[in-house]
């Protein structure tokens, strides 16, 4: 007949299933791996000629770095999570470029550090590009100005107008530029558009357009052109004006009207 275990024996044999049962997988720390692989990330990124404070890069890059060696448990090799870093670059460099910018006074950042950022913000450009625009002129960077220009192009509210002082399509509806905050006056809207000579030529193509215009006292101007207050159809995503002839502009239109309704 089996000997019936003892309830010390029971526990004895309890105890190392319960050992395994709480031992659990170890994964590599990522954090502490980017302690030791920075100065590699960052020359692998090509980031290093920006000379960031190492506390800074380290906050800047744990995020997409963390992400870059995932959940492992074997330790990858430096190159293998920069080429992951890299496989999208655009994107790693616009999101480093918005950390810094978040980071870092703007007054403060260095000649390298201001370039970085005015090349690699695209889609923030929006909002960034007034604090770029205030310091790439004042340091005298017209080559900086030029490529803000190219990318607000791109990936900015462009314009119908583009603003006399600062050169960038930016000119917002209430005559305001966005970039360099300068206010245009309807007289600079409707020269900068050539607008009288748009509306003397709308008889050819849009004699009743032309007529509205004249009768309302207003119109409105689109990046295709003016168009009747009747016929407009506002769009979240398009910039237009709201111009106001003066009398004289409508005295001129109508006479041009009338010579040519009577013909």
């Known amino acids: 007949m089996p000997r019936k275990k003892n309830d010390e024996e029971e526990e004895e044999e309890e105890e190392p299933r319960r050992e395994k049962k709480a031992k ?5 720390d990522a ?30 890059l744990k995020e997409p770095f963390i992400s870059a060696v995932g959940q492992v448990k074997s330790k990858p090799k430096a190159r293998t ?6 496989a999208s670059r655009d994107e790693m460099m616009e999101y480093l470029a918005v950390r810094i910018v978040r980071e870092v006074e703007i007054g403060k950042l260095t000649d390298d550090q201001l370039e970085f950022l005015v090349v690699n913000i695209k889609k ?12 790439a002129k004042k340091r005298g960077r017209k080559d900086l100005i030029d490529i803000l220009q190219y990318n607000w192009n791109l990936f900015g509210l462009r314009s119908p107008v583009k603003c006399p002082r600062c050169g960038f ?9 966005r970039v360099c905050g300068y206010s245009l006056s309807t007289r600079e809207i ?20 032309l007529k509205e215009i004249i009768t309302s006292g207003y119109l409105i101007y689109l990046s295709t052109g003016p168009v009747p207050p009747s016929r407009f159809n ?30």
Do not use: W
């Open 169 to 177: 399509e930016a000119v917002m509806p209430d005559y305001s530029c």
């Open 124 to 135: 923030p450009i929006v909002d960034l590009a007034p604090q770029l625009y205030a310091e």
């Open 81 to 86: 999570i920069i080429n992951r870093l890299n």
């Open 234 to 263: 506002p769009s979240n995503s398009e910039i237009f004006y709201e111009i106001t002839l003066t009398s004289q502009e409508k005295a001129q239109l109508n006479r041009l009207y009338n010579i040519h309704h009577q013909v």
């Open 24 to 28: 659990k997988e170890k994964y590599v």
């Open 31 to 60: 954090e502490k791996l980017l302690d030791e692989y920075l100065e590699e990330v960052e020359v692998g990124l090509g980031i290093s000629h920006l000379n960031l404070d190492k506390e800074l890069l380290k906050e800047i």
């Open 190 to 209: 409707k020269e900068a558009v050539n607008l009288m000579s748009q509306l003397e030529e709308m008889y050819s193509y849009d004699p009743e357009g």
